[in-house]
Nanobody, 128 residues
Framework: QVQLVESGGGLVQPGGSLRLSCAAS????????IGWFRQAPGKEREAVSC?????????YYADSVKGRFTISRDNAKNTVYLQMNSLKPEDTAVYYC????????????????????WGQGTQVTVSS
């Protein structure tokens, strides 16, 4: 069964850090582009950061997280991570990961998710 499971969220003070994990089961994650998305209360879901399959070097970061968030892969653990530093209250949201459609060439944005459903996500709350 193909599945992605998000974890690593929590409550953190402004300026703090969290590392989110997106663990895959039922398939080898390194062959696919993966994206992190988030949805805050009352707002639309948005792409936060995306990484191409391992053979391709593309990454994407939303302007709001550039310089603070880093996406990475650990193919041995079949996991994609989102390291989040210098967190702000506006980063508060439920974070989701998804497999993305394949997009060849240099990315100008995050590819859209492949057809499928959203998981439960992991809650990130930044508050003092």
């Amino acid at each position: 069964q193909v599945q992605l499971v998000e974890s690593g969220g929590g409550l953190v003070q402004p300026g703090g850090s969290l590392r989110l994990s997106c663990a895959a089961s039922g398939f080898s994650l390194d062959a696919y582009a993966i994206g992190w998305f988030r949805q805050a209360p009352g707002k639309e879901r948005e792409a936060v950061s995306c990484v191409a399959r391992s053979s391709d070097g593309n990454t994407y970061y939303a302007d709001s997280v550039k310089g603070r968030f880093t996406i990475s892969r650990d193919n041995a653990k079949n996991t994609v991570y989102l390291q989040m530093n210098s967190l702000k209250p506006e980063d508060t949201a439920v974070y989701y990961c998804r497999i993305l459609v394949t997009m060849i060439g240099r990315w100008t944005g995050c590819p859209r998710p492949r057809p499928g459903s959203w998981g439960q996500g992991t809650q990130v709350t930044v508050s003092s």
